[in-house]
């Protein structure tokens, strides 16, 4: 167990974005844009195809160690553990100097190869809140609130369901800066 903690850590720490900007030529992406190594800051330097190379490389991060946990039929708090430490690997990543991504992908991949019936709760969540709020940001955070309330209504353990409220957080704070600016911005236009 403690080799698959490592693993998915370690696994995180593979920043997709930063071997993709370095594949077309382009100087360390942590120099441009935002300086973030995630697929937004990645398709801002190459476009399209930067954010979505970006965007599946970290979801498959998430989903891979779902599948070695359900390879070594662990269980599933062990598992949601796993999904934790390669989302604290990307944001937190010790072979980039703890200059990471904001996790959202990597959480993305992990949480529909856990569960995918969380595919249609985030997308409805997503379109639902975007429809009152016009921001990406807010609106995919704020369907990640849905997923504790799916995990309790298909019965899994309290201790999955905190770990989800628990990955949730740390996923809010490593947005803090987007969302402290993007409600600057609200209040300016109010």
């Known amino acids: ?20 900007v370095k594949l077309f ?3 360390d992406i942590r120099q441009q844009g935002s300086g973030n190594v995630g ?4 398709g801002r330097i190459l476009g399209k195809k930067g954010f979505v190379l ?3 490389g970290d979801a498959l991060k998430g ?3 779902i599948l070695v946990a359900k390879n070594f039929e662990f269980t599933d708090e062990i598992t949601l553990l796993g999904l934790a430490l390669a989302i ?24 529909i190869t856990f569960e995918p019936f969380a595919i249609p709760v985030i997308i ?10 016009k921001s990406f940001t807010f609106a ?6 849905l997923l504790p309330v799916m995990l309790y209504f298909l019965k899994y353990s309290s201790i999955s369901i905190l770990i989800i409220v628990l990955i949730t957080i740390v996923l809010y704070f490593a947005h803090s800066e987007n969302i402290k600016e993007r409600l600057n911005k609200h209040e300016r236009k109010s």
Request: zero cysteines.
């Open 140 to 145: 995919g955070l704020g369907s990640f609130l």
């Open 1 to 20: 167990m403690i080799l698959y903690f490592l693993f998915a850590y370690f696994l995180g720490n593979i920043m997709t974005g930063y071997f993709i």
């Open 25 to 27: 030529g382009k100087e």
């Open 39 to 42: 697929a937004r800051n990645a």
């Open 63 to 65: 989903g891979l160690v």
């Open 88 to 111: 604290l690997g990307h944001i937190l990543p010790i072979l980039l100097r703890f200059q990471g991504g904001k996790g959202i992908s990597t959480f993305i991949g992990g949480i």
């Open 54 to 56: 970006t965007f599946l």
């Open 124 to 133: 409805i969540g997503f379109l639902v809140i975007y429809l009152f709020v």
